[in-house]
């Protein structure tokens, strides 16, 4: 079998590498560090004020097929108290204001983890995994007619519809709606082609 | 099996820790990563042009114990009571080198506050781990005695004892003076008692909380 593309980061060093580009998608003040902390992995923080947003991803390089891929992050929000947090998953634009796309909506707003994909609408579905500022392990795969969405371990949800359809790239965000700005923590990024 | 690195890494259901993995292999030192951290001197970090080579850590040829770290510039990820740390080392052929590498909490001195380190070179006559807990350091001898022949050791920190294992082996089990804070990956050389180039190599490094 032909050995297809596949990515690892550890999101562990001194500072973010710099295949790896941050951009403000929103408003101001956001960036990306490395966390000083056991655990801490790569910060990437939305920036102070109101509906700020920030992210991390491949400065659209998109080497992720749509229909064959899977993406594995473990992350958290960083906050407790109800602001918005961000997400993770793969995207053909650097972020959740472009169609085309999976990710988990981690946002400490919601009662539930969401699941999320969109060609050119969005279909959000709650998980049965509480919103918490724990670590997780998410999975999103990109199947030919499906998008699957798993957490810790366990099958979530099922998309069957609003399935991208552009090649992808990896991407974690944080978003705030407060003026209080938001974090996500991120210890480790897979991506491949199956 | 499956195609993924983290489901071959982490039970099913679990989530994973805080981890890194480098094979210094390719052109340059991954500086987005690493950070050289002089204590005194010059000293270089760079990929050897050799089979099996690896990373290349040399002292300058000066006198005054040239010494450096690799670290990752005191951004401490890992957690002194759950780790494991492995690497690889291959003493060069001058003895007058001394040689530390694990995990610390610091990249300011010679010896961090906190730390937990194989140790080889003309330091200690043996391969040896040397911990610290803030204030006191001690070091425990392994039985395998210093050489140039190239070893892969293993520290492991588990809150109660740190051991460490020389090709596989456990060697030495310390119980007191451990590291309890946060801590960084470190490699360390100092020029010892001659005035020459000193070196050794590390081909692979791992470190992880568990």
């Given at each position: 079998m032909a050995y297809?593309?596949?990515?690892?980061?550890?999101?562990?060093?001194?500072?973010?590498?710099?295949?790896?580009?941050?951009?403000?998608?929103?408003?101001?003040?956001?960036?990306?560090?490395?966390?000083?902390?056991?655990?801490?992995?790569?910060?990437v923080n939305s920036g102070s004020g109101s509906n700020n947003s920030y992210a991390i991803y491949f400065n659209n390089k998109r080497q992720y097929s749509a229909t064959g891929s899977v993406m594995i992050n473990v992350s958290k929000i960083n906050?407790?108290?109800?602001?918005?947090?961000?997400?993770?998953?793969?995207s053909n634009v650097h972020a959740t204001n472009g169609n085309n796309y999976i990710?988990?909506?981690?946002?400490?707003?919601?009662?539930y983890i969401k699941a999320v994909s969109r060609s050119t609408s969005g279909l959000f579905s709650d998980t049965s995994v509480t919103q918490d500022a724990n670590y997780h392990s998410f999975k999103g795969e990109c199947k030919s007619s499906s998008a699957e969405f798993t957490i810790d371990g366990g099958l979530q949800v099922t998309h069957t519809t609003n399935l991208p359809t552009l090649a992808l790239q990896p991407f974690i965000y944080a978003d705030d709606s407060s003026s209080v700005s938001a974090d996500m923590r991120c210890i480790y990024c897979e991506a491949y082609n199956t | 099996m499956?195609?993924?690195?983290?489901?071959?890494?982490?039970?099913?259901?679990?989530?994973?820790?805080?981890?890194?993995?480098?094979?210094?292999s390719g052109d340059s030192l991954d500086t987005d990563r690493w950070h050289t951290q002089q204590i005194v001197a010059t000293c270089t970090f760079a990929p050897?042009?050799?089979?099996?080579?690896?990373?290349?850590?040399?002292?300058?040829?000066?006198?005054?114990?040239?010494?450096?770290?690799?670290?990752?510039n005191d951004v401490c990820q890992y957690n002194?009571?759950?780790?494991?740390?492995?690497?690889?080392?291959?003493?060069?052929?001058?003895?007058?080198?001394?040689?530390?590498?694990?995990?610390?909490?610091?990249?300011?001195?010679?010896?961090?506050?906190?730390?937990?380190?194989?140790?080889?070179?003309?330091?200690?006559?043996?391969?040896?781990?040397?911990?610290?807990?803030?204030?006191t350091g001690t070091q425990t001898n392994s039985d395998v005695a210093v050489s140039s022949t190239e070893f892969v050791y293993d520290i492991v920190g588990n809150g109660s004892s740190n051991i460490l294992s020389l090709d596989g082996v456990t060697k030495v089990t310390k119980t007191t003076n451990l590291p309890t804070a946060k801590c960084q990956p470190l490699?360390?050389?100092?020029?010892?008692?001659?005035?020459a180039v000193k070196t050794w190599n590390c081909k692979y490094m791992e470190c992880y909380n568990t």
């Open positions: 297809k593309q596949h990515f690892i980061e550890w999101f562990s060093g001194k500072q973010l590498p710099s295949y790896w580009t941050g951009a403000q998608v929103a408003g101001s003040g956001g960036s990306a560090s490395m966390a000083d902390a056991i655990d801490g992995g790569i910060n906050v407790s108290t109800n602001y918005r947090g961000g997400g993770v998953g793969m990710y988990f909506q981690n946002t400490a707003s919601n009662t | 499956t195609d993924s690195i983290y489901d071959q890494l982490n039970a099913n259901g679990t989530v994973g820790k805080q981890r890194v993995v480098e094979t210094f050897a042009d050799s089979v099996d080579g690896g990373l290349l850590i040399s002292t300058d040829a000066g006198g005054g114990s040239p010494s450096a770290y690799l670290s990752f002194p009571l759950g780790f494991r740390f492995i690497s690889t080392c291959k003493k060069g052929a001058d003895n007058n080198v001394g040689i530390k590498a694990g995990i610390g909490s610091d990249d300011s001195s010679a010896t961090p506050a906190h730390n937990s380190l194989m140790t080889a070179g003309s330091l200690v006559s043996y391969r040896a781990l040397a911990t610290k807990d803030g204030s490699l360390y050389i100092q020029s010892r008692s001659t005035s």
